[in-house]
Nanobody, 126 residues
């Protein structure tokens, strides 16, 4: 079964850190691009970070660059999103997503992704 399952969300205080996980099954990261998106209440979904299978340089949206890190554990077929210095504007449901292809560059456009996880909530509040 081809699927993505996120975990690791939960309440965090401003300035805190969290690590999200996305466990993949039914496909290999060697031939796929992976992204993290988020959707805050009342707002449109936006890309946070993405990674191509053969590219050592991930893409990050400007507002999280330097604080968030995407990484892949290929033997475990799991993608992580490490989030530091979280602020209330990071409150959202975070989804991981898959796009086929082994090219260098990933896309921040949600329409490029054909498989999505169910999401994990990240409330940032004191």
């Amino acid at each position: 079964q081809v699927q993505l399952v996120e975990s690791g969300g939960g309440m965090v205080q401003p300035g805190g850190s969290l690590r999200l996980s996305c466990a993949a099954s039914g496909f290999s990261f060697n031939a796929a691009k992976i992204a993290w998106f988020r959707q805050a209440p009342g707002k449109e979904r936006e890309a946070v970070s993405c990674l191509g299978p053969n590219n050592p340089f991930p893409w990050y949206r400007e507002s999280v660059r330097g604080r968030f890190t995407i990484s892949v554990d290929k033997p475990k077929n799991t993608v992580f999103l490490h989030m530091n210095s979280l602020q209330p504007d990071a409150t959202a449901v975070y989804h991981c997503a898959h796009a086929p292809g082994d090219g260098l560059f990933c896309s921040s456009a949600s329409g490029e992704y054909d498989l999505w996880g169910q999401g994990t909530q990240v409330p940032v509040s004191s």
